[in-house]
């Protein structure tokens, strides 16, 4: 299963936690490409991923999470900001 198929079945903090497992896992042996590998774009990839985050929530039609963000919706927003510029 791909990673960000994973992220997509993520309910709860123990399914966050294990991807979060996951993915410091896959960018250890390279599996996963981390574009913004220090502090500084990382936080700035933060920023953009949760700016994007409503983007992907209309297009694939998820309800909006307006006051408490899912365990998922975090997770979208750790993987994007790897790679978000």
Known sequence: ????DKILLIETKEDFLEFLEIFIKQISLGEEEIINDNYSDF????IG??????GYYLNNKIK?????????AFALIIYGA???S
């Open 1 to 4: 299963m791909d990673l960000f």
């Open 43 to 46: 936080l700035e990839g933060i």
């Open 49 to 54: 991923a949760t700016y994007g985050l409503e």
């Open 64 to 72: 909006k999470e307006n006051v408490f963000p899912s365990w998922r």
């Open 82 to 84: 790897s790679c978000h």
